[in-house]
């Protein structure tokens, strides 16, 4: 299994970025894909599912602001984050889960793509 984030970048408050996730190594559309994230200090932190079958779960802190998708025939996951505040600033990472629905059982992450907000 292989994760590879990119997209990360420093940008102001209220900037957006788009977050991508290279899958490989597994069939990617047999399983939900999360991002999760971690700020210095702090636990990670569940920010978006998606499930094999379209449906999506999103924290409270990022919902209408954060769009998760995916392309499964590109093997690729995306989180666009528009709206950015400074709270959002973390590492992001792309998280395989166990199971094809939402679970919340992350099992293998990605090294991680950055996000500054400043």
């Known amino acids: 299994v292989q994760l590879v984030e990119s997209g990360g970048g420093l940008v102001q408050p209220g900037a957006s970025l788009r977050l991508s996730c290279a899958a490989s190594g597994f069939t990617f559309s047999n399983y939900a894909m999360s991002w999760v994230r971690q700020a210095p200090g702090n636990e990670r932190e569940l920010v978006s599912t998606?499930?094999?079958?379209?449906?999506?779960y999103y924290a409270n802190s990022v919902k209408g602001r954060f769009t998760i998708s995916r392309s499964n025939a590109q093997n690729t996951l995306y989180l666009q984050l528009n709206s950015l505040k400074t709270e959002d600033a973390a590492m992001y990472y792309c998280?395989?889960?166990?199971?094809?629905?939402?679970?919340?059982?992350?099992?293998?992450w990605g090294q991680g793509t950055q996000v500054t907000v400043s």
């Open positions: 998606i499930s094999t079958n379209g449906a999506t």
């Open positions: 998280a395989k889960d166990l199971r094809a629905y939402i679970s919340g059982t992350m099992h293998f």
